[in-house]
């Protein structure tokens, strides 16, 4: 048997030799559902263009997840959590200055060639070209903070993927606000977290000096 032989069985056949299946798939994912995943192009080939060149309401809905193009789990709750937190940031994007900050259309590379579009993504205007945001449809930045808002869809390796994929990326903070719940997962790494219910307060540390906001606030103005 040749090299190349060998070598091409090694990436198409799953555990124990067995070739993959649709449920491997699914499971690399993060567990999600299969209505989530385009087939076209198929799964493990798509590129970047790909992305770019779906339909502009599917394009600003789907992530590249290992080649694969993944429809975000999102609803309206949700886009509302997002939305008001973008609003409690906005004297340091419109007064401060300090910051861009991009909602959940808003797509970001990641290492490994992922893009990512955290439900809102906080940049910091010094690391980006003349405090700007670039021109191109994906920002070449990673954010400083990433918030996810977790729906329904979600799944909790999804979620671990994710952080591990924004910590590896250089992202310093990750919050992860969970609606129903009402309380916010604050991480500092892809393992490290502290709890706030809806008593708590979130800071923004080094990345944003001097913000505060009540986690019952957020949740209220959501609703």
């Known amino acids: 048997m040749s090299t190349v032989l060998d070598h091409t069985q090694a990436k198409t056949n799953g555990p124990n030799g067995v070739r993959p299946t649709v449920a491997?798939?699914?499971?690399?994912?993060?567990?999600i559902a299969a209505e989530r995943v385009l087939l076209e192009p198929a799964p493990g080939t798509a590129t970047e263009g790909d992305?770019?060149?779906l339909p502009e309401d599917v394009q600003r809905a789907c992530e590249l997840v290992d080649g694969t193009l993944?429809?975000?789990a999102m609803g309206a709750p949700e886009s509302a959590v997002a939305s008001c937190?973008?609003?409690?940031?906005?004297?340091?994007v419109l007064t401060k200055k300090l910051i861009v900050v991009l909602g959940p259309d808003g797509h970001t590379r990641y290492f490994g060639n992922q893009i990512r579009m955290p439900d809102v993504a906080v940049i910091l205007r010094s690391r980006l070209p003349n405090g700007k945001l670039p021109p191109e449809q994906i920002c070449p930045v990673a954010p400083d903070l990433a918030v996810e808002v977790l729906s329904p869809g979600n799944t909790t390796q999804e979620i671990?993927?994710?952080l591990k994929t924004f910590?590896?990326?250089?992202?310093q903070?990750?919050?992860?606000?969970?609606?129903?719940?009402r309380n916010v997962l604050v991480y500092s790494?892809?393992?490290s977290c502290s709890e706030l219910d809806e008593d708590g307060t979130l800071e923004g540390g080094t990345i944003l000096p001097g913000f505060s906001l009540s986690v019952r606030e957020w949740f209220d103005a959501a609703e």
């Open 160 to 162: 671990d993927r994710k």
């Open 51 to 53: 992305l770019l060149k």
């Open 173 to 181: 903070q990750v919050w992860v606000a969970d609606p129903r719940k």
């Open 85 to 92: 937190l973008m609003m409690f940031l906005a004297p340091f």
């Open 70 to 72: 993944v429809v975000k």
């Open 189 to 191: 790494t892809p393992t």
């Open 24 to 31: 491997d798939l699914l499971d690399r994912l993060g567990g």
């Open 167 to 171: 910590f590896d990326s250089g992202v």
